[in-house]
């Protein structure tokens, strides 16, 4: 049976107006069943008209409440029809209180405590203790205003009605009231469970959204198998690899902690002290991480949770201000050096061109020798000033393809006299950049001596020119021995040198005047093939 159909719908009807409705549906069942009773039994006009009256009235009740919805309304009229016009009504006509009415009152009580809510019904059940005082008192102080029964048989058969009717209603009310404080108990607790489900979800949504966008490097890992279950963008993108190349897979598949030792490592960093490692990429470039970690239970599985910082440009930089600071202190030491040895050379060198002129013939070459010498004592004074210059260059808006062809000549003697082949390759159009001419003239010449002097014989050096969108490339390329790749870091720190007879300042020279021009310079080498190096400038 659908008791939506006459009662209402949960979503268009409040729990309260549907006990309404159940209320009336069952009063009218009710009004319609004491009319037939009492025209089987002959009871009577007025017994009969006051059924017939109340069963109309109900109706219409009912009509406004689930109609009109009007639920104020309907349960206003109600109570005061059971209480002011059908109580006092029954009481009179129904042999007042040794007949059926008592029983009715029990009904409309029952009817009443499921209707009203608050102080709305207190005041109903006041009114109707009232009334029921009142009749009691009446009745027995006039007797006669009573409509009694005709006989005791008739007494007999309303009374009995009347406790079925009272016993068959209370007992039905309480059951749909039960069922119906059951359904909406289970409704709200379903509501209320989806509700708690909602939230969970949202604030589920909110960690991965906040998990997700976090710039520290974070993964989740069962510390069990080392299997990933969760990463966030920030690791995919240092990492390199893909959402489904990582959840689900372990360490021993990825290899991004590399060696099994850095690994065994990681299990047993200290939960509260972050420490360094390296990590490699999926394209194999190693990086430094600060990794930090925690405990966590995820699914009934101990998990941990790495929280990393890349710290590999912070490396970098760390070495280059050790690199700066060897810089300085061999500019403090060229500065001393130049003071105390310069000036001395210079007399010596003096007098050695003077005693060589006036030297026999077979003195000369000795006096050449020692010249020669003081000469290359003398350019490593120059390139210790050149090293240790902390004063600002003064650039000019000049053509680098101008200054290149004005030093072309001097580099291509050199070649000659060492056999070696020169190709210079520039750019037909070249901006204008801010330039120190004489450095420039410098950085170039140390770089076609060190890329002459990696050859032999029948060799070839090649000077070229670039321009891109938004710099201007230098490349100086030979095809000597190479330099491998331990050595590449080095090459431009002071006083490193692969060269049996070097002073390891040619290249650290290069790297201080490309710094002034606030360029940056790159190698490129392959052992055996030649070596490429590679000057960027910024154009105007």
């Known amino acids: 049976m659908n008791l939506e159909r006459y009662i209402g719908k949960k979503d268009e009807f409040s729990f309260e107006h549907r006990m309404l409705n159940i209320v009336l ?4 069942i009710i009004a319609f069943a004491t009319i037939g009773f009492n025209y089987l039994l002959d009871m009577g006009v007025l017994i009969t008209g006051i059924s017939v009256i109340s069963g109309i009235v109900l109706g219409i009740l009912y009509y406004i409440s689930i109609i009109k919805k009007m639920y104020r309304t309907s349960v206003g009229f109600l109570t005061f029809i059971f209480i002011f016009m059908i109580t006092p009504a029954m009481w009179i006509s129904n042999g007042g209180i040794l007949g059926g009415t008592t029983f009715y009152i029990i009904m409309f ?3 009443i405590a499921v209707v009203l809510r608050g102080f709305p019904r207190i005041i109903a059940f006041g009114c109707l203790v009232i009334i029921t005082f009142s009749l009691i008192i009446i009745e027995y102080r006039n007797p006669s205003l009573i409509v009694g029964y005709d006989t005791a048989f008739d007494r007999y058969v309303d009374t009995s009605f009347g406790l079925l009717i009272a016993l068959i209603t209370v007992t039905f009310l309480f059951i749909v009231i039960i069922n119906q404080y059951i359904k909406e108990h289970r409704r709200a607790n379903q509501y209320l469970a989806e509700i708690k489900k909602q939230k969970i979800d949202l604030l589920n949504q909110q960690f991965v959204r906040v998990f997700n966008a976090c710039p520290a490097l974070m993964a989740i890992y069962r510390e069990k198998d080392f299997v990933y279950i969760a990463a966030n963008d920030a690791w995919f993108n240092c990492l390199g690899f893909q959402r489904n190349d990582v959840i689900g897979h372990s360490e021993e598949e990825l290899n991004t902690l590399g060696l099994a030792e850095q690994r065994k490592s990681i299990g047993g960093f200290d939960l509260e002290k972050p420490e360094e490692c390296q990590v490699r990429t999926k394209q194999g470039e190693i990086r430094e991480w ?3 970690k925690a405990r966590l239970q995820l699914d009934g599985d101990e998990c941990i949770l790495l929280a990393s910082i890349d710290i590999t440009i912070s490396k970098h930089l760390e070495k280059e201000i050790a690199r700066l600071d060897r810089l300085n202190l061999i500019g403090e030491m060229a500065a001393g050096v130049a003071h105390e040895i310069r000036n001395p050379m210079t007399v010596v060198k003096g ?5 060589s002129s006036k030297a026999s013939d077979s003195m000369i070459e000795q006096f050449g020798i020692a010249l020669d010498e003081l000469e ?22 000049q ?4 200054i290149i062809n004005g030093v072309i000549p001097l580099i291509h003697t050199d070649a000659i006299k060492r056999g ?9 159009e070249m901006p204008n950049l801010l330039l120190n001419e004489k450095e420039i003239k410098q950085l170039l010449l ?18 070229e020119t670039s321009v891109n969108s938004d710099s201007v490339c230098l490349c100086v390329v030979d095809c000597g021995c190479g330099v491998c790749k331990e050595y590449r870091e080095k090459i431009f720190d002071p006083f490193f040198t692969t060269k049996d007879n070097g002073t390891g300042l040619g290249l650290s020279v290069c790297a201080g005047i490309v710094r002034r021009h606030n360029g940056s310079i790159e190698v490129e080498s392959e052992e055996g093939k030649g070596t490429r190096f590679i000057v960027t400038f910024r154009p105007l």
């Open 351 to 355: 007098y050695l061109q003077f005693l």
């Open 446 to 463: 140390n770089l076609a001596r060190n890329g002459m002097e990696a050859m032999n014989q029948d060799g070839a050096l090649t000077i």
């Open 399 to 402: 053509n680098l393809n101008a």
């Open 420 to 428: 070696i082949d020169l190709n210079v390759n520039l750019a037909k």
């Open 25 to 28: 549906v069952f009063a009218i």
């Open 376 to 397: 290359t004592v003398e350019q490593i004074i120059t390139d210790f000033l050149s090293l240790a210059r902390n004063k600002l260059s003064e650039p000019k808006s």
């Open 109 to 111: 009580s029952s009817a």
């Open 290 to 292: 600060l990794v930090s």
